[in-house]
C-alpha cells in the first residue's frame, strides 16, 4: 500500500488567497484525520470523519476552514481566506477502526506558508 | 478536558545507551488508550507502542517499552539500546475509547550522541 498521501507538499501563496489542501487514505481505512502542527501549538486535531461523515470539528478554528470528505478515497482541507498565521504543516491520518490494533497512519504533511 | 503533558522537550542520550521519556496525562475516564508516536527528520509520524488502560502489563515493542502507572496518570517511554535513528521528536497521545479524538502532547526532542 502506498501509505497515506497528502499533496501539495509543500504550498506558497499570500494572505486572503484560497488553498485547498488534498488527502487519499489508505485504502479500506474508514477514519480520517486532519491535524495542524506548529511550534507554538503543537499538533492539534482539527475534524475527523467515519465512513466520510464529520464526526468532530470542534478543532477547527474558525469558519474560515472546511474540509469535506466526499468519497472514501479523497478529502479536502480548505482555507478561505488565508492568513499569515495559518502557516503549519498540515497533516492528514486514517486509520481501520475494528482492528485490535487499531492506529492512526499519517500522510508526509502540508508545509503550509502565508505570506 | 484532557490533557497531556511532556515536561521535557528535549532530551540526550549516548548511542547503546538507554533512556526514558516522560509523559503524564489527565483525565477523568477510566477506559482509553496511550500511545508514543515518532516524528523523524522527515516529519512522517510513526506509531511507536500502544497501551490499552484495561491492560495493566506494559507493553513492548522489541527496544521500546513503556510504564504504565494508571494511578499516577503516567506513561513512560523507555528506549533501549539507543540508536541513531531514534533521534526524532517523540510525541505522547491519548484517545477515549469510543471517540477517535486524540489528544497529543508538545513533545521531546531526542538526541542520540555517537
Known amino acids: 500500500d502506498a501509505g497515506v498521501i497528502q499533496s501539495p507538499r509543500h504550498e506558497v501563496t499570500e494572505m486572503g488567497q484560497e488553498v485547498t489542501l488534498r488527502c487519499k487514505p489508505i485504502s479500506g481505512h474508514d477514519y480520517l484525520f486532519w491535524y495542524r502542527q506548529t511550534m507554538m501549538r503543537g499538533l492539534e486535531l482539527l475534524i475527523y470523519?467515519?465512513?466520510?461523515?464529520?464526526?468532530?470539528d470542534s478543532g477547527m478554528p474558525e469558519d474560515r476552514f472546511s474540509a469535506k470528505m466526499p468519497n472514501a478515497s479523497f478529502s479536502t482541507l480548505k482555507i478561505q481566506p488565508s492568513e499569515p498565521r495559518d502557516s503549519a504543516v498540515y497533516f492528514c491520518?486514517?486509520?481501520?477502526?475494528?482492528?485490535?490494533?487499531?492506529?492512526?497512519?499519517f500522510g508526509p504533511g502540508t508545509r503550509l506558508l502565508v505570506l | 478536558a484532557q490533557t497531556v503533558t511532556q515536561s521535557q522537550p528535549e532530551m540526550s542520550v549516548q548511542e547503546a545507551e538507554t533512556v526514558t521519556l516522560s509523559c503524564t496525562y489527565d483525565?477523568?475516564?477510566?477506559?482509553?488508550?496511550l500511545f508514543w508516536y515518532k516524528q523523524p527528520p522527515s516529519r512522517q509520524m510513526i506509531l511507536v507502542i500502544r497501551q490499552e488502560a484495561y491492560k495493566q502489563q506494559n507493553a513492548t515493542e522489541n527496544r521500546f517499552s513503556v510504564n504504565f502507572q494508571k494511578a499516577a496518570k503516567s506513561f513512560s517511554l523507555k528506549i533501549s539500546d539507543s540508536q541513531l535513528g531514534d533521534a526524532a521528536m517523540y510525541f505522547c497521545a491519548y484517545r477515549t475509547s469510543g471517540t477517535y479524538k486524540y489528544i497529543f502532547g508538545t513533545g521531546t526532542r531526542l538526541k542520540v550522541l555517537a
Open positions: 483525565t477523568s475516564e477510566s477506559d482509553y488508550y
Open positions: 491520518a486514517s486509520s481501520l477502526w475494528y482492528r485490535a490494533q487499531e492506529t492512526q497512519y
Open positions: 470523519f467515519n465512513n466520510n461523515v464529520p464526526i468532530d
